[in-house]
Every structure is written in C-alpha cells, then in structure tokens.
C-alpha cells in the first residue's frame, strides 16, 4: 500500500448504524489523490441524480489528504462535500483547525456518512481507530461550544477535537456550516444543514497514528525551513501574522474592492472603524494558527461591553469583516465581531449570512420588505442592532429569518417585484468580499464554477498585473503573462484556468493557500509522503480532474451553462468610489467564457467532451452526461 496516506476510509451509515472501512488501492489515490478528489468522485458514483439535498440520499463526505496531519505549516485542512441544500448542486468547502490532524491520525483518510439516523448522534472516533455512534439528544440545540465541551467530557479525551454543527445546523438553514473546532468553519454551500437533516451533531477525534512515510526526513527538513524562514520566503504575505487576513481593508476601500451596501457602492466611510488594524490596537488580545502552522493569522480577541465576546469562539476574518460589516453597512465593530461570534457557535455561513442580511435591507429600502415584515425591526443599511437580530433570527428560523435562511436566491423568487436585482449570487451561492468588477478573473472564476462563487477557488487578478515571484509559481500551472486586473483577455482567462486548477489541487492534497510553498514544493511534499514520482503536469490534470467531475455532477442535476452568469449588478458601476461607472462588460465576459471552455476542452454549452474525460482517465464519468 502507498504510504502517506492512512488507506482506509470509513463508512458511517446511520439508518442501519453500520460501520464499515473501504481499503482503495494506489491507483484510485494516485488519481484522486484525497480531499476534493475524493468528493468529486464519491459524489457523481454515489449520490443519485434528483435526490432532495436534505433527504437521507444524500451523503456527506469528510476528506483529508496526503499532507494533512503532516506536522507541517498548511497541513491540518480537510474538505467536506455534499450535494449542496443553497444550490442544487456540486458543493465542497475547505477548513483548518485541529480537527483535520486528529481525525487523519485515528488511521482514516476520508469519512462518508449515509442515512439518517432515528434521532440525534455523533460519530466518535477514539485513538485506536475505534469508531462508536452515541446519543446526542442532550447536544440537540446546543452551540458548537457547549456541544465541545460536552464530547470531551463525556469521551474523557480533553484534546478531543470536533467538527459540529448548532442551531443553525440543526434547522436545516440552507447556509448552515460544520465547524472544524469552534472558529474554522466549512462554510459554504450549506454541508451543515446536510449533517443537520441526518440528525448528526458531531464527529469528534482523537488521534495518535500517523500514516507511515517514503521519506520522513525530507518532510521534516521542509517544515522546519518553512518555520525558520517564513518571513523571508518571497511569496509570503507578511501582513498575515501581524493583523491576520484583511489588513489591507483601507486600500481595498480606495480601490474599490470592499462591497459595501450589497455591492451597490464601491466606497465605504466606515472601514477604518472595522479594520484588522483597528482591532489590533483595542480589543485583540493575541494571535494563534491551526496546527504546526507558523503563520498564525488568527486574530484572538475578547470584550466585556456592551456585548461580551469570549476569546474561544474566533474573530472575523476579512470575509467576515466585509459580508456583516461594509456589505450591511455596519461601521460598528464590536457588533460585527459579536455577529461573527453568532455566526460560529450557530453553525452559519459568515459570507451568506452577511449578504443574505444586504440583500434583504436592500429589499427593505426598496420597500420590497416592511416592518410588518420583519417584525417592526427596522432593516436598513448601518443598523447594526438590525444586523444582530436577523443573524439570531436566520439561525433558528425565527419570524422573517425563516425566509432569509432559504438564502437570497430563493428568498427573492418567492418575494418578486424585483427582488431578484438585488440577490448577489452565482448559482444560489453568495458573492464574497472580492469585488469582480475590480478582479474581473475571478469574475470569471464565480461565474464558471461548479459550486458557484468561491473566491478560494479563483483568481486574484490584482496580485498577478506584473511578473513578480507569485506570477512565476503561477506560471507553472499555465499562466502566460501579467495582465491587468479588469482585462478580459485570453491571457487572463488562461491565468484564471492555471490557478482554479492550481488550487483545486491544492483542496485534494488538502493544504492552506496562504503558506507560501511554491508548486515544486507541493510535488515534492506528494513525493516525501507518498513516494511516487509525482510532477506539476500530474498535479495539473488532477485539477482539472475534479473539475470536470463537479461539472458532469451539476449537468446530471440540471445545472447547465445558463447559469454560468454573473447577476446583473456587476455589468454597471458602482454609485461611488474607484468602480464608479466602471461595469464589466457584457460581451466580454461572455467571450472569456466561451474560452474558458474551449481551453478546458468543452464543448461550446460547457459539457465536457468524451475525449476530454478518456485524457484524464475518467472515461466513466461520461455514462452521466447521458
């Protein structure tokens, strides 16, 4: 057997309760290689088409990689799957923390839950790889903190670590997310409302085996390189360690790209009051990292008054900073740090909820929603204590929070007059916090990817205008030269192809994007684990791999190139700021779509051809284009 990997994966079904490992051999890890792989190919073999994504058909699929549990910076991430309850289709989202590391080390690569169990359970998974479904009807509305602190009790492993849902969870909201410990959320595409309608609160871990290596010293010498020299390596983002993610929320405000007020204006007056700097110098008390990370971008803070946030359950990252603070025009930090705070022990999706809460105070200044509506809370652009409310009401589905956690697609067709301008999303998933009228690359990355718009996995246009040290790592996965940042050129569309590929690579193996291993050093990390003589070509074609069999898996489902579309804000400017009047151009975008797939070997609709699928060995997958 292959080593770096554990070569087992464990089946958890939770109508019968039976248990049972799947030992694949080295040729399905060496083309699926772990994480995103893995769910690409579980979910188009597995999950039957037209199945409700809430019901028991569904399966929910937990997938480490060959460099998570490695200790090493970046290597304790895994990736969650599902048939995605907010759009209907392909969803996959990926976190850190320590629970990736534990659960790799119980002797597992990768968990596939199945079912529905009679009541509600979690999954416990003890050092020796013994794997027991107990009772949590106890844990049944319980946040994601108490639900910790409760398992590691009751298991007697104080280390235990958890992925869990809460209320929000529980309730099925549509953008419900599983938490990796209490801070690292799987947010996107709902896989916390999937573990919700299979009565799974939790799977806790404890582990202490790590899979055997081809070249343990080679691993060893690598992660202390990276701890010595992390703020010297060129590719670095320094700013990580020091303020965490966002610390250039000022710039990105001058330059238009911090949504604000639903991404109608392009300038928000309030950013230097919610800025990471900002926070360093009042309420951030330290910093703190996932697992052998050196990094340590997380921002740890805690206050009294006039909300109290306890330093357990994490600060906002930029996402978080952007979707419930700029994008709702909320200047008042302590209450966007309380909401993101919500946000974690409910189980919710910060992006989603951020923009799901605009889009519905866009509809309320419009006069689309009333006070009637929304129960007399008045729901207007800056209200922060509005903001908090909806963020309760969203999580237990609780007057008009019962419609807003359908999401903003669903919640504007059953509204109507109008309410559809003002839903900011691809697929039914909602936009992050990267402006695609500034970063028109990643504009295209939203509108062709399979689980809608996931700034992870695209194309930050600004940090590739010029040839520079991060442009040449680019490069070797095909990208072929600097070009600015609102061009939509068949240069772009080929630099926005190599990085989605890029990163989907990344998202099996499964590592953190902001450790700056360049590509040869991910190879060569393949290569110590597992001993294949691994290449960038080969790690390339398994990107596209996984992208393809999430296309087929959204075709199969109906999901067709119609949707491949940016909603209609983003073709005008912004009211203010450096995006005034600046749109995308329609023509243009759809062009760099059409080349986006012919350079993907697609036909002119998006579908993936036979000879496409027969190059990347995965000739089976196209009995589901039928």
Not at 121 to 140: C, Q
């Amino acid at each position: 057997m292959v080593t770096g990997v554990a070569g087992k994966i464990l089946r958890v079904n939770l109508t019968s309760g039976r248990i049972s490992v799947d030992e694949p051999d080295e040729a399905f890890y060496r083309t699926y290689l772990g994480g995103a792989g893995f769910v690409s190919y579980f979910l188009l073999k597995e999950v039957p088409a037209g199945v409700d994504p809430l019901s028991a058909e569904n399966k929910l699929i937990f997938a480490a990689g060959p460099m998570t549990g490695l200790g090493m910076g970046g290597a304790t991430r895994d990736c969650v799957g599902a048939k995605s309850p907010l759009t209907g289709g392909f969803a996959k989202s990926e976190c850190g923390g320590f629970f990736p590391m534990e659960f790799k080390r119980t002797g597992y690569d990768a968990l596939i839950v199945e079912g529905k169990a009679d009541r509600p359970v979690y999954i416990w998974i003890d050092p020796d790889g013994r794997v027991e479904l107990r009772d949590a009807s106890h844990l049944w509305s319980k946040t994601c903190a108490e639900t910790q602190d409760a398992i590691a009790q009751e298991v007697g492993e104080r280390l235990v670590r958890t992925a869990a849902i809460g209320p929000a969870g529980e309730n099925m909201v549509r953008f419900a997310a599983i938490m990796n410990d209490l801070k690292d959320a799987h947010g996107r595409g709902g896989m916390g409302a999937v573990m919700g309608s299979k009565n799974l609160k939790a799977v806790a871990a404890r582990g202490r085996r790590t899979p055997e290596l081809a070249d343990p010293d080679r691993i060893r010498e690598m992660a202390q390189w990276m701890g010595r020299n992390f703020y010297n390596v060129k590719l670095a983002v320094k700013g990580f360690s020091d303020f965490g993610t966002g610390a250039a929320m000022e710039a990105f405000n001058e330059i238009g790209n911090l949504p604000t007020n639903n991404f109608a204006e392009g300038y928000f007056d309030g950013t230097e009051r919610i800025s990471p700097r900002t926070i360093a110098k009042t309420i951030r008390v330290g910093m703190e990292g996932c697992a052998a990370c050196p990094v340590r971008c997380k921002r740890v803070i805690e206050f009294d008054e006039p909300y109290k946030v306890d330093r357990r359950s994490g600060a906002p990252e930029y996402e978080s900073l952007g979707a419930l603070g700029s994008c709702c025009g909320v200047d008042d930090m302590k209450a966007v740090c309380r909401a993101n705070q919500l946000c974690n022990l409910y189980s919710l999706d910060t992006i989603s909820t951020g923009v799901t809460i605009s889009f519905a105070m866009e509809c309320f200044e419009n006069e689309i929603l009333t006070l009637e509506d929304t129960g007399g809370i008045d729901l207007r652009f800056g209200n922060a204590e509005a903001m908090l409310q909806m963020v309760e009401m969203i999580a237990r589905r609780q007057g008009i929070g019962d419609l807003l956690a359908e999401g903003s697609r669903r919640a504007a067709e059953k509204l109507g007059r109008g309410a559809e301008e003002f839903a900011i999303q691809v697929k039914g998933l909602e936009i992050p916090m990267h402006e695609p009228r500034l970063k028109q690359g990643m504009g295209l990355m939203y509108s062709v990817e399979s689980a809608g718009a996931d700034h992870q996995a695209g194309f930050q246009d600004t940090l590739f205008t010029e040839e520079t040290p991060g442009f040449d790592h680019l490069r070797g996965a095909g990208a072929v030269q600097p070009v600015p940042p609102d061009d939509l050129s068949a240069a772009k569309v080929s630099n926005a192809r190599a990085s989605h590929l890029f990163a989907l690579f990344l998202d099996s193996l499964v590592c953190c994007q902001f450790l700056p291993w360049t590509m040869t050093d991910h190879v060569n990390i393949v290569r110590a684990a597992t001993g294949w003589e691994y290449t960038v070509h080969e790690a390339i074609k398994l990107g596209e791999r996984v992208e393809n069999l999430a296309r087929i898996f959204n075709i199969r489902e109906g999901i067709t190139a119609a949707e491949d579309r940016l909603p209609q804000r983003f073709f005008g400017g912004t009211r203010r700021g450096a995006l005034k009047n600046k749109g995308i151009d329609r023509e243009a975008m759809q062009a760099a779509i059409k080349t986006y797939y012919s350079m993907m070997g697609w036909d002119e609709n998006g579908r993936p051809t036979p000879a496409k699928l027969q190059e990347l060995g995965v000739a089976w997958a196209a009995e589901y284009l039928k």
